[in-house]
C-alpha cells in the first residue's frame, strides 16, 4: 500500500513551511530513520525523517516550494518491489500541486490556508508619505532594528539564551553572530535571574545591553532584577545612574504550550514606575520601537508575540526609521466605535472591524503600540469622537491594561460615553492545554463583535 | 536544630555556642599576613579609615536613636577592616558594589560622610538627593555602585560591573560584597558560573560575620567554609582573618591581581563578626553579651592597628589623639549638616523616574 508523506507541523506556531531541498530522489529505497527532506520552519530549518520503509514513488511537492501547509501530502511512498508508477498514479485523487512561485498566489489546494502574505496596515504616521516600502516579517524587522543600532554604537550587545549559535530560539537574532562576533553576541547558561542581574550591571556600568528572554514566561526568575535593580535604580541614586537596558522577547500565549508558557507579562510591567512598556502589532513598528528602546536610556520591557513573527508587513526603506516610544497609532479610522489594543489583539479587532463593516458599523481601530507611559490623549480623542470603547487583550481581566484604560476613560471622559466600556481579554484562568479549551480561553473575534453591538445596544 | 535554637535561649549553652564563634572569627587567615606588614604610612591611613567608618556609624545610630534617621538601618561596627583592607590594594576605576550594609563601604571609595548621613536622614544634600535612604546610594564619581536592599542581587549586579570590564578590554576589576546569608540565594550560583565561564574580573568577597539576621551560619549553611563555595565552578578562594587589616589587604593584592591578569574571578570568604545588632531594631537576642564583649575585647581591628602603631613607635598616644579629633570632628560636620539640611523639595516626589 502507497503512504503518503504529509507536511509536519514542527513547532507549536508552525501552519506552513518551504520545502527547501529534497535529499532523496523517485526511486530510492528508503529505510526508517532516513533523512528524505529539508523543511524550513517558521523557527528553523528542520529534517524530515523517514517513518515508513519503502521506496519513493513519487514526490508531489517540489524543492523551493514555499507556504505549504502543514498535512499537504509532500510524497508517495510505495512497497519495495510495487510498481511504483502504477502506485504513483493511484494516489491521482491526491492533488498534484506544482511547485509556487508567488507565496501569495493560492494556486493550489497545497497551500490554499497559507496566511496572507501581507497583513493589511497602513503606514505609521512616522512613515513620509512616498517613502519605499519593503515587505518583511516582524522576526526580519526585529532584527534588522538590532543590526542596525549594534552598527551605530560599539556599547550595543545582545545576551540570552540560543540567541548566537543557535540563531535565536525563535530566529530573532539570526545572523548577528555571523557580523558582530561573539563579543556582542552572548550565549548565556540557562539563568534568567542571573543574566538579568548581570546585564543591568553592565548598563549601571554604561553599557546598552538587549536582553533577550527566551520568552517573557522565564523572566519571571528575573522581575527581581527588572523592577528591583532595573526601574529603580536611577530614582534611589537621585538621578545619577540609570539603567539602559532593553529586555526582549515573545510574550503571551504562542499555541497549545500550556499554562506556563502563555502568561501576558503588559499589565505587571506596566504598573511599574521606571519601566517602559512597548508592545508592536507590525513589522514596521517593531522595528522603529525597537530602535527607539535600544536609544532610549530607560529600561524598556519590549513585549513581541511569537504568532505575528511570521506575519509580513510593509517596512519604509530608510537610513534611520524610528517610532518614538509613548505614541499610539490610529490603524483604521471609524466614527461609531472605538477599538484599543495592541500587539495580538490586533488580529482580533481587525477581523471583528471588518466583519461589523458588512453590517454598517464603523470602526475606529488604535493601537497602542507603547502600554507605558500609555497615549491616553489619542484614546480619549478617539472615545469622544465614537462615544463607544471596546479594549481588547489576551492578558487576564483582573487588574489588566483594560481596567486601567476604562479607568483612564472615566476620568477624563466620562460624559462623553454613551455606552459603559467593555473589556475583551484572556479568561480568567490558567491557560488549558486542549486546542478546544485553549480557543476558548483566548479571546475571540465573535465576543469583539458582540461587545461591539452591545455597547452600540444593536444585537 | 532544636539543639540549637536551645542554645540561643539557654546561657549555659550559649557560652559553649559563643565559643565556637570567637573562635571561629579569630581563626588567622590561611598564610595569615602573607609576610606584608604595613608600613607606618599605611598603619595610619587604614586607622584613620576604620575610625571614620566605626565613629560615623555609632553617630548613625545615636541619631536612629534620635528619630532623625528612619526605616533600617544596619551598621557595619566591627566589620571595618574588611572593606579598608580591599580598597588599600585597589586602583581608579575599580568597581565596588555591596548590599544593604553599605556605609562603611561608601566611606572608604572616598564619598561625602556629609553626603552620606544626609541621605541617611533623608535630606536633600543626601547622595541620592534622600530618595534612596541607607540602602540606596550610589557614586558614579566613585564607582560606587550600591548599595542594595535586596540580599543577593548584588551579586549578579556586580558580575554585570565585571562584563563591562572585560567587554570594554580595561583591566579594573569589580568587587562584588556580600554576606554569609546572601551566599545562599541561588542568584549566587547563576553568577560565579558565568563569571568563570567568562572569566570575568570579579572579587566576591563574602563577609561573614556569623550572622545572618539573627541565624547563625551552622544554623543556615550546609557548607560553612565560604571559601568553597566556588569550587564546583572551578572558581579559587580563601579563607581570611576579615579582622587584620593587613591579612584582607594581602589576600585582595593577590585577589585582584588574579583576576586583572584575565584568569577570571576570585572568592575571598573575611571572617568577620558584627557586634550591633542586625539592624537598628534588631535586639540580638541569638548570641551573648560575653560573645560579642570577646571579640571586641580580643580581635577589634581598630584596637589591633592601635597597638601596633604604638608598639611600633609609628604615633604617639598624643597623635592617634588627634586623628581621633578630626575623625570625631568630620563626623559632627557630617550629623550637624544632615540635621539642618532642609527635606527635599516635594517637587522631587517625580523627578528621576526616568532619565
Redesign the interface.
Known sequence: MPTNILMPALSPTMEQGKLSKWLKKEGDKIKSGDILAEIETDKATMEVEAVDEGVLAKILIADGTENVAVNTPIAIIADEGEDVGAAASSQASAPAPKAVEAPAAPASPAIANAQPAVAQAPASPEIPEGTQMVTMTVREALRDAMAEEMRRDGDV?VIGEEVAEYQGAYKVTQGLLQEFGA?RVID??I?E???????????????KPIIEFMTFNFSMQAI??IV??AAK??????????SPVVFRGPNGAAARVGAQHSQDFAAWYSSV??L?VVSPYTAADAKGLLKAAIRD??PIVFLENEILYGQTFDVPVMDDFIVPIGKARIHREGKDVTFVTWSIGMTYAIKAAAELEKEGIDVEILDLRTIRPMDTDAIIRSVMKTGRCVTIEEGYPQSGVGAEIVARIMERAFDYLDAPVIRITGKDVPMPYAANLEKLALPNVGEVVAAAKAVLYRS | MAATRTTARSAGAAKAGAKTAVKAAAKPARGGTNGLEFTPEQELEAYKTMLLIRRFEEKSGQMYGMGLIGGFCHLYIGQEAVVVGMQMSAKEGD?V?TGYRDHGHMLACGMDPKGVMAELTGRRG????????SM?????EKHF??????VG?Q???????????A?RGNDNVSMTYFGDGAANQ??VY??F??AQ?WKLPVIYIIENNRYAMGTAVSRASAQQDFSKRGLSFNIPGEQVDGMDVRAVKAAAEHAIKWCREGNGPYILEMQTYRYRGHSMSDPAKYRTKEEVQRVRDENDPIEQVRSRILKGKMATEDDLKQIDAGVRAIVADAAEFATNDPEPDPSELW?????
Open positions: 550587545f563579543r548565556t547558561p539563568t535571574h542571573g543574566f538579568a542581574g548581570l546585564g543591568v550591571g553592565a548598563a549601571f556600568a554604561g553599557l527581581d532584577h528591583n535593580s535604580t536611577l530614582y534611589m541614586s537621585g538621578g545619577q545612574m540609570g514606575p521606571g517602559t536610556p530607560n | 568597581a558594589i543626601g547622595l541620592s538627593k534622600g530618595k534612596g535612604g540606596h546610594m550610589f557614586s558614579k555602585y550600591g548599595g542594595h536592599g535586596i542581587a551579586v549578579a549586579l556586580g558580575t554585570g560591573l565585571a562584563f563591562a570590564n567587554y541561588g542568584q547563576e553568577s558560573n558565568m565561564l523627578t528621576d523616574i526616568l532619565v
